[in-house]
Nanobody, 117 residues
């Protein structure tokens, strides 16, 4: 299982970024995908999730109405469109999935998002 995030960077408040996560090593279209974020000294926080077909999504209250998770099962990629960014959205963003009877969670290496003027 390999998850590779990209698209992070420095953006001004109220700006936008789109994160991508390229997946390989498993049948991507069979699995729920997640985006998490983490800041130093805090626990990793789930930001969004999307079902295997993309038919349902769920968001943390802190990002509802601003972030959109989507996926392209032909490209084995999950996206996180982030609009109206705030300084408190600054974090390392990770994509993740869970598989197997043991519910093993897999993580990418993360991509840094910094929202600052």
């Amino acid at each position: 299982v390999q998850l590779v995030e990209s698209g992070g960077g420095l953006v001004q408040p109220m700006g936008s970024l789109r994160l991508s996560c390229a997946a390989s090593g498993f049948t991507f279209s069979n699995y729920v995908m997640y985006w998490y974020r983490q800041t130093p000294g805090k626990e990793r926080e789930q930001v969004a999730e999307i079902t295997s077909t993309g038919s349902r999504t769920n968001y943390a209250d802190s990002v509802k109405g601003r972030f959109t998770i989507s996926r392209d099962n032909d490209k084995n990629t999950v996206y996180l469109q982030m609009n109206s960014l705030k300084p408190e959205d600054s974090a390392v963003y990770y994509c993740s999935t869970v598989m197997g009877w043991s519910l093993t969670r897999y993580w990418g290496q993360g991509t840094q998002v910094t929202v600052s003027s």
